[in-house]
């Protein structure tokens, strides 16, 4: 079963690929992600051993990513149906196979326990994407697209001589030279440091360029501003999360050789993290494009997950948790503003006024998912951001728990100063009418996704925490 995570969305792209008809194609995406669905959800649930010679397993690390990816790609690909009525204008054939393949590759990272395997199955994520940041195939749009590629294409580059410089670690110390996480944790202790401390820089500098980490961060602004939303939702809550789930296997490795290696591991992500934190509250004060915006929201929670990571201790938890809330929420936020930008014909808040009005299920799931994002009770980034800032405080760590609060204020200032305005008052008068109206298929699954946040705040289901804790015990914390 863990290969039909990569066999049924493969098999969607062929269909998806032969259907002629450009109303009828999206409709693949919906059965695709159904069946993923079902198929996630039966996996997680289940206990599961490694494969035959240990590259596939599908631990609770992976199931988490799992879980957060399947139910992300189902909200958008029901929404997809409704977004892409109002997209006859473009074929769809390339936005569909890609969201299928890219599905497959994510699938393949959640499952792959070499980190070879790993390290392709993340460059076809970002291969797989390229063409549907282009969408829209306008002049932005292509400058976008060459910036992601090429940022990208340089940071798993680095991540692949991270990869060589870990294996040679082995060899220097005359073991079998391997890329197999379970070969690598038990020989850990072994390994040569000065290698072992090259192959962490380099794979933490490579793979936080996938996730957008500041100051590796500058693809994230214009490929979010132009791709259309259930590209941007993927991108900020699969993607991220696949790059992270690198991040958390050389965690795994780090805490396996010992204190030091695992100390200077966890100081860099921290400094990161803060770095990143504060990169998108400078830039997000005032920003005119709301999508942009949300590119500058993401750079912030990729630096909070990277700040849990750095902690330890109570903070892994809280991290593993805000990556599951953080991919649910970029999925509301990107799926409104895209029918915020379909409404309007406009991404600048110059234009983008009494949202409210003109789309009162859009306005109000757009104002919602910037409460929720923001970490305002009672949606559950809350519960996951006060989990690591507490453990900061817990830990004695005073001023990363300082300037993690500031950050967190001056962004939310910040976020409201775009927000409020366009969702308050009256439209302007000058805006011309256009198709789109509230539908089912367009608020509906952003809707979910809110329910999903809003029952995670208040009342986590025991199997989710149950995940968490054994994602948390993989890496260290004792159950």
């Known amino acids: 079963m863990l290969y039909a995570l990569v066999l049924v969305p493969l098999t969607g792209a062929l269909v998806a690929g032969l259907v002629p008809d450009n109303r009828l194609r999206p409709v693949v995406l919906p059965v695709v992600a159904t069946i993923y669905l079902a198929l996630s959800a039966c996996l997680i649930m289940a206990p599961s051993a490694p494969s035959a010679g240990g590259w596939f397993w599908l631990d609770p690390l992976g199931k988490i990513v799992l879980l957060c ?13 409704g977004y892409l009525r109002y997209r006859q204008e473009r074929s769809n054939r390339v936005l569909c196979i890609g969201l299928l393949i890219c599905l497959a590759a994510m699938g393949l990272v959640t499952i792959s326990q070499h980190l070879g395997l790993m390290w392709v199955a993340v460059e076809a994520t970002s291969v797989s994407m390229a063409p549907l940041i282009y969408f829209n195939k306008n002049a932005r749009s292509i400058e976008a697209t060459w910036k992601y590629l090429l940022i990208c294409s ?5 991540a692949l001589l991270g990869l060589l410089f870990l294996a040679y670690s082995t060899y220097v110390a005359q073991k079998d030279a391997t890329l197999l996480l379970s070969g690598l944790l038990g020989t850990a202790r072994e390994l040569n440091p000065g290698w072992l401390h090259a192959a962490v820089i380099f794979l933490l500098v490579g ?3 996938k996730m957008g980490l500041a100051p590796l961060h500058t693809w994230k602004p214009d490929a979010y501003g132009e791709a259309p939303g259930m590209v941007g939702a993927m991108l900020a809550g ?9 991040i958390l296997r050389v965690y795994q ?4 050789s010992g204190s030091a290696e695992l100390l200077f591991f966890q100081q860099v992500l921290v400094g990161m993290g803060l770095v990143s934190m504060a990169f998108a509250a400078v830039f997000m004060a005032r920003q005119a494009d709301f999508k942009r915006m949300l590119a500058y929201s993401s750079v912030e929670h990729v630096g909070i997950l990277a700040i ?4 330890g201790k109570g903070a892994l938890f809280g991290a593993l948790f805000h990556l599951l809330n953080n991919g649910l929420t970029k999925g509301v936020l990107f799926l409104t503003s895209g029918n ?3 409404s309007y014909g406009s991404k600048t808040t110059e234009v983008v006024k009494g949202v409210l009005t003109r789309l009162p299920w859009t306005g109000g799931l757009f104002m919602a998912g910037f409460i929720a994002i923001t970490g305002s009770p009672p949606f559950s980034p809350f519960v996951s951001e006060y989990t690591i800032v507490s453990s900061a405080f817990i830990e004695g760590r005073y001023l990363v728990a300082g300037l993690f609060l500031l950050f967190l204020v001056i962004v939310f200032i910040g976020m409201a100063l775009t927000v409020l305005p366009m969702v308050m008052g009256a439209p302007p008068d000058d805006v011309e009418p ?7 298929l367009t608020v509906g699954p952003p809707l979910v996704a809110l329910f999903l946040i809003l029952l995670l705040g208040i009342w986590p289901p025991a199997f989710v925490i149950g995940l968490l804790r054994d994602g948390a015990a993989l890496l260290g914390v004792q159950p």
């Open 207 to 209: 793979y936080g360029s």
């Open 434 to 440: 256009t198709e789109y109206r509230d539908s089912l």
């Open 238 to 246: 699969g993607l991220v999360n696949c790059a992270f789930l690198a």
């Open 253 to 256: 490795i780090c805490l396996a």
């Open 154 to 158: 340089v940071g798993i580059a680095l």
């Open 308 to 311: 849990g990571l750095g902690l």
């Open 340 to 342: 915020i930008h379909r």
């Open 69 to 81: 990816v399947s139910i992300l790609f189902t909200v958008c690909a029901y929404y997809g149906v």
